[in-house]
């Protein structure tokens, strides 16, 4: 296998969750991941230090990424799909497990992309701090304070719409509640 393919092998599914959390499509997010091998097969050769690939790689993506969004005319708001957002449930206890899992990408997706980057990295990718602020270039204090701001968002847009469980079964509970409690 060519240094290349391993490479390939070793990254393409990260930086294809990283893509789907920025472009909430998995067509698009393909495409920048293809764009990023095309850029390292042209331009890798001048990184120095192979071990700093991965970060190079997804720093390349972001900057796709932006490139993408200044030059489209609409931004797409379509959310995460099923498919990608999760496997298939075993028990209860993980379908609802996967059902806040979703949620919770469903969420992250309504995000602004300034919140949502560094919290799909940090969260999804598990990159440092440090290796965030390389990959958005932009300094670890900020890097804080966006995780720390996208957080508070997730949070409050997780409380203000608990939507795990269906609306009815809420409905139901509150006319229980009434009728036994006038």
């Known amino acids: 296998m060519s240094e290349f393919e391993e490479l390939v092998d070793?990254?393409?599914?990260a930086l294809f969750r990283f893509a789907m959390s920025l472009t909430r499509d998995a067509d698009n997010a393909s495409d920048l991941v293809q764009e990023t091998f095309c850029i390292w097969a042209a331009k890798g050769g001048q990184l120095k230090d192979r071990s700093k690939a991965k970060t190079w790689l997804f720093t390349?993506?972001?900057r796709e990424f932006l490139s993408h969004r200044r030059k489209a005319s609409r931004f797409s708001d379509e959310p995460v799909d099923e498919e990608t957002a999760g496997?298939?449930?075993?028990s209860n206890e993980d379908a609802e497990r996967?059902?806040?899992?979703?949620?919770?990408?469903e969420?992250?997706?309504g995000l602004e992309e300034t919140y949502r980057a560094p919290l799909a990295l940090f969260y999804l990718q598990q990159h440092s701090y440090k290796e965030i602020a390389a990959i958005l270039e932009v300094p670890i204090g900020t890097v804080m304070s966006?995780?720390?701001?996208?957080?508070?968002?997730?949070?409050?847009?997780?409380?203000?719409?608990?939507?795990?469980?269906p609306k009815n079964i809420l409905q139901i509970q509150e006319a229980e509640i009434r009728k036994h409690h006038g």
């Open 98 to 105: 996967q059902m806040d899992g979703q949620r919770a990408l």
């Open 10 to 13: 070793a990254h393409y599914q």
């Open 107 to 109: 969420l992250l997706g």
């Open 146 to 165: 966006r995780l720390s701001r996208g957080k508070e968002m997730l949070r409050r847009r997780m409380t203000a719409e608990p939507s795990s469980a």
């Open 60 to 62: 390349t993506l972001h």
């Open 87 to 90: 496997g298939e449930a075993v």
